[in-house]
Nanobody, 124 residues
Framework: VQLQASGGGLVQAGGSLRLSCVAS????????MGWFRQAPGKEREFVGS????????YYVDSVKGRFTISRDNAKNTVYLQMNSLKPEDTAVYYC??????????????????WGQGTQVTVSS
């Protein structure tokens, strides 16, 4: 599976962005999809995930109520809608895929495939 993330950019605090991640191949629906982020000098951090079977979502506390993950299996695409953005959300955002994974997987080494990352910068 190859993943291509896009949609990043520069936004003011309080604004919104929607990231997209398109996957190659015909088995997208079998993958739990995760979003991670990495700020300069920091470790890669789990943001949230969406399950392969039920579409159940799971988020880190810091983004609950602000970020929403959705998927369109017909388009092999997963989305990360980010609202009420804060300067501390500034990071490179990565999408990832885990075959038949549970939605609760939150560590980078638990995911099988990664996209190239897209920069999100939130100005104060």
């Amino acid at each position: 599976v190859q993943l291509q993330a896009s949609g990043g950019g520069l936004v003011q605090a309080g604004g919104s962005l929607r990231l997209s991640c398109v996957a190659s191949g015909r088995t997208f629906s079998r993958y739990t999809m995760g979003w991670f982020r990495q700020a300069p000098g920091k470790e890669r951090e789990f943001v949230g995930s969406i399950g392969w079977s039920s579409g159940t979502t799971y988020y880190v506390d810091s983004v609950k109520g602000r970020f929403t993950i959705s998927r369109d299996n017909a388009k092999n695409t997963v989305y990360l809608q980010m609202n009420s953005l804060k300067p501390e959300d500034t990071a490179v955002y990565y999408c990832s895929a885990k075959l038949y994974g549970g939605v609760g997987y939150s560590r980078p080494n638990e995911y099988d495939y990664w996209g190239q990352g897209t920069q999100v910068t939130v100005s104060s």
